[in-house]
């Protein structure tokens, strides 16, 4: 389970020095359409690593990677432990691995006890985020039902990161976008439509800088 500080939430705009070192998104149900439509905004020399957990069912193998990857210009694939997370790539967790970033830019895969009854979980990959890359962390809370991520921004927004979260009425399912504002006071609550536009404007405003 994830542990975290017992400090005040942080509700101001991050810092913004520094570039990205990893763009993190969690979606569960409706979450394909979701990241179709954010990834296929984004342009293929974008400046940044993606890291993507989106709830799947662990019994079969998935089709996510294939599937995105005829919808974005970025490359997109399924990570494998200690790849390392590159500019301009998508790289989607397995079904049945909770996804991990470490400090020097490498992904590692657990098969440790599902968190709130997931696994891949969002939580331990924004956690995971939060302490590799603190105030150069990105997390994206997009559609989904449960309150998986709501631990993890509070540990992104702890440490000096933002955090984007899809807005209720853009999303076909609100719950966890619900649960992480309740969490946290989020940096942008944004239409699908528009997170993909501000994500390209975050990162590229830190490349100059």
């Keep these: 389970m994830p542990i975290f500080e017992e400090k005040p939430l942080v509700c101001s705009p991050s810092s913004r020095v520094g570039a990205f070192g990893l763009v993190a998104i969690g979606a569960s149900a409706g979450g394909l359409r979701a990241l179709s439509t954010l990834l296929c905004a984004l342009p293929a020399d974008f400046e940044a690593p993606i890291a993507v957990v989106q709830h799947l069912d662990r019994r079969y193998r998935s089709l996510m990677a294939q599937i995105l990857g005829r919808r974005t210009k970025l490359i997109v694939k399924e990570v494998t432990s200690g790849m390392l997370a590159s500019p301009g790539h998508v790289h989607i967790a397995p079904p049945d691995h909770h996804l991990l970033i470490n400090e020097d830019g490498s992904f590692s895969l657990s098969q440790t006890d599902p968190v709130h ?19 150069r962390a990105l997390a994206v809370i997009l559609t989904g039902s449960g309150t998986d991520g709501s631990a ?9 990161g933002l955090v984007i979260v899809q807005d209720e009425a853009s999303a076909e399912f609100s719950g966890m976008p619900a649960a992480a504002m309740r969490a946290v006071c989020a940096d942008f609550v944004l239409p699908l439509e528009e997170i993909a536009p501000a994500i390209r404007r975050l990162v590229s405003q830190r490349a100059t800088r």
């Design 117 to 135: 009854f997931v696994r891949p979980s969002i939580d331990l990959l924004f956690e995971s985020l939060s302490r590799s890359f603190q105030d």
């Design 152 to 160: 993890g921004v509070q540990a992104i927004k702890r440490r000096g």
